[in-house]
C-alpha cells in the first residue's frame, strides 16, 4: 500500500505526522512526542547517576552488583554510563537486586538539577 508523510515541527521537538493513504482516501494523523531518543535524554543521565550512587553507597564494586543481579560487571558498566538503559521492570527488578527503592530513584527524575 502506498502512502505519503507530511511531517511539521511544532512546539517543543514534536513532530506532528500526517500520513496520507491513496488506497483509503484518507488522512492518518498522529503525533510524535520529542525525537530525542530517550537514552540520550538528562532524565536518563539523572537515573544513570541515582544509580551509580546508590551502588557505590552500598559500598558494591561493578563486579559485586553484577555478580548479585547475575549480570557481567560490563552491563552496570554500560547502565552507569548511559549506553544501556533499562525498561521499567528491568528497572525495578535491577534496584530490588541491589536493595534500592526504584520509588526513590524514580522521584529523583522530577528533580530538576541546574
Not at 40 to 50: G, Q, T, V
Not at 60 to 89: C, N, W, Y
Request: with cysteine; glycine share 8%.
Amino acid at each position: 500500500m502506498l502512502s505519503y508523510f507530511l511531517y511539521l515541527l511544532i512546539k517543543n521537538s514534536s513532530i506532528l505526522v500526517v500520513n496520507y493513504v491513496p488506497n483509503l482516501g484518507t488522512y492518518i494523523l498522529f503525533l510524535q512526542l520529542g525525537h530525542m531518543k530517550t537514552i540520550y535524554s538528562p532524565e536518563a543521565k539523572r537515573l544513570s547517576s541515582w544509580l551509580r550512587e546508590q551502588r557505590e553507597a552500598k559500598g558494591l564494586t561493578m563486579r559485586q552488583a553484577g555478580e548479585l543481579i547475575q549480570k557481567p560487571h560490563s552491563f552496570i558498566g554500560k547502565i552507569e554510563v548511559g549506553q544501556r538503559r533499562l525498561d521499567v521492570v528491568e528497572f525495578v527488578w535491577y534496584c530490588e537486586c541491589l536493595g534500592f527503592d526504584p520509588v526513590e530513584g524514580l522521584v529523583s527524575l522530577r528533580k530538576k538539577h541546574y
